[in-house]
């Protein structure tokens, strides 16, 4: 009997795989970190084949858990960190450089001069998206002028331009399978949200060959299967794929258009689904493809902050506050507030809706009574004040307020981080008890694709809350925080 799902999970600092049954039972879960590769200020880069081999590892010993019978799994669902921008050799898989990460800023210079030219308004309203470093478009761009030798090759549909599901779907099938899905495709500055299609004149615009490009499917089908893959056997169907945010938008039961999801992981990311309209926002939120199942395409409105659980991790390594990430919710705790203290962590830049590039993180109001402790609470709560932000402009562009927010995401376990999030939002969130839900998201669409589940109102009734934050802050006392949070944003 097929009822499993293996599901990829493939981050920024790591690969997670889970593999869980139709009554969502997690079987096994297995998680390796690789390496992040910082060759210049501002530049961040994979080795690809540290990727693949991290998650070829990750599978192994998630199916040797148990172990686990292979011949039960129904299909592969893969999600991943998006705008991660790879070209490879289809002749033998191998990368011509190291892929630059979403995080990576090196384009931003080449971003403006397009703003300056006056095309952010068409890109905007092609894609959804704003000229920013961030997506993958400037990326690619950027390999084909800075790799001797690469544009020609491109032009002659020698190389193979993929993000992370792309690339992980073209290694599991041995190389015969080039494909993406539309929330995948969204994200590169080359998809128009209408035609679900790479545009032409953007095309023509970024530089980018169409040779270079997979086939955009949906979000889920059977694309191919699993071959000369080590460890698996040939045959498994490779049957669902979504970028992070949109697969744990789906993992949260988030179907219909209103409701809304925050994942706090390396950065942070609120999606609110808009259904089957585009919704373009006044109010600097990104338009994206929530997911494409068979010919009906939900849309969402995005908010990214590049910095959440990255904040935490710098305290940790760069600072040294703590030696477990896990301990700064007991260290800030020992403090009723951050004393003053107001942490912007724009540690790579500010996000949405502020999307400056050149900002620098900033921490204000340290006095001679400043502790470790109070800059401990005053990170968390910089992120926090980060999605304030964001759903502050989210409400702007909607007109109306939030009912509730699911939040998601390893920093959605600090209880202490998500009740002051709820304070400062003015509106309850909603905590799931699999927090881990960008994989079961993939293996949602894996599943449909494959039989495993009927439909979704089938993976609804599944859906558990583990715990319900209510707001508790006056609404003055909010009013005063986010001021003098704004405040310190003026000066980052």
Avoid at 121 to 144: A, E, M, N, Q
Avoid at 340 to 355: D, E, H, N, S
Wanted: glycine share 8%.
């Amino acid at each position: 009997m097929k009822d499993l799902i293996l599901s990829i999970d493939q981050g920024t600092t790591g690969t997670t795989v889970v593999i869980i049954d139709r009554d969502l039972n997690i079987l096994t879960k297995k998680n390796n970190e690789f390496p992040q590769h910082y060759p210049q200020r501002g530049w961040v880069e994979h080795n690809p084949e540290e990727i693949w081999n991290c998650s070829i590892k990750t599978i192994h010993e998630a199916l040797s858990e148990g172990p686990i019978d292979v011949g039960r799994i129904a299909g592969i669902g893969i999600t991943n960190q998006r705008e991660t921008t790879v070209i490879w050799e289809r002749a033998n898989s191998q990368a011509i450089h190291n892929a630059i990460v979403w995080q990576d800023r090196r384009t931003a210079a080449f971003c403006e001069k397009l703003r300056k030219k006056g095309l952010e308004k068409k890109f905007i309203k092609k894609t959804g998206l704003v000229l920013d470093p961030y997506f993958s478009g400037t990326k690619i761009r950027w390999l084909l002028d800075n790799v001797p030798g690469t544009r020609d090759r491109a032009k002659a549909g020698v190389l193979a331009f993929g993000t992370i599901d792309t690339y992980l779907t073209w290694r599991l099938t041995n190389g015969e399978i080039h494909v993406t899905d539309p929330s995948n495709a969204s994200r590169t500055l080359l998809m128009n949200l209408e035609t679900l299609d790479w545009d032409p004149e953007l095309l023509k615009l970024l530089n980018v060959p169409a040779a270079l490009l997979p086939k955009i499917a949906s979000s889920s089908e059977v694309y191919g299967a699993t071959k000369n893959v080590p460890g698996l056997p040939d045959g498994i169907p490779v049957a669902g794929i979504a970028g992070d945010q949109q697969a744990a938008l789906f993992g949260q039961a988030c179907f219909e258009a209103g409701e809304a999801k925050c994942t706090y992981g390396t950065g942070s990311f609120i999606l609110l689904n808009t259904g089957k309209k585009i919704v373009h926002s006044k109010n600097k939120l990104l338009t994206t493809v929530a997911w494409k199942i068979g010919n009906t395409t939900h849309y969402a409105l995005e908010g990214s902050a590049f910095i959440a659980g990255a904040a935490v991790q710098w305290l940790r390594d760069g600072l040294k506050i703590f030696s477990k990430a896990s301990e700064i919710e007991e260290l800030a705790s020992t403090v009723p507030d951050s004393h003053g203290v107001v942490f912007v962590p724009a540690l790579v830049g500010l996000g949405a809706p502020y999307w400056r590039a050149e900002a620098r993180g900033i921490m204000t109001g340290i006095t001679r009574a400043t502790t470790r402790a109070h800059i401990a609470r005053a990170t968390l709560e910089g992120i926090a004040y980060l999605q304030y932000d964001i759903l502050e402009a989210m409400t702007k562009d909607l007109a109306k307020k939030l009912k509730v927010l699911k939040v998601d995401g390893g920093a959605c376990a600090n209880n202490l981080l998500m009740q002051f999030q709820s304070d400062i939002l003015c509106v309850p969130l909603s905590r799931p008890k699999m927090i881990e839900t960008t994989a079961l998201g993939a293996a949602f669409l894996a599943g449909l694709a494959t039989g495993v589940w009927e439909t979704t109102d089938v993976i609804r009734a599944h859906w558990q809350e583990d715990k319900r934050f209510i707001p508790q802050l006056p609404k003055a006392q909010v009013k005063k925080l986010t001021q003098a949070w704004h405040e310190a944003v003026r000066k980052s």
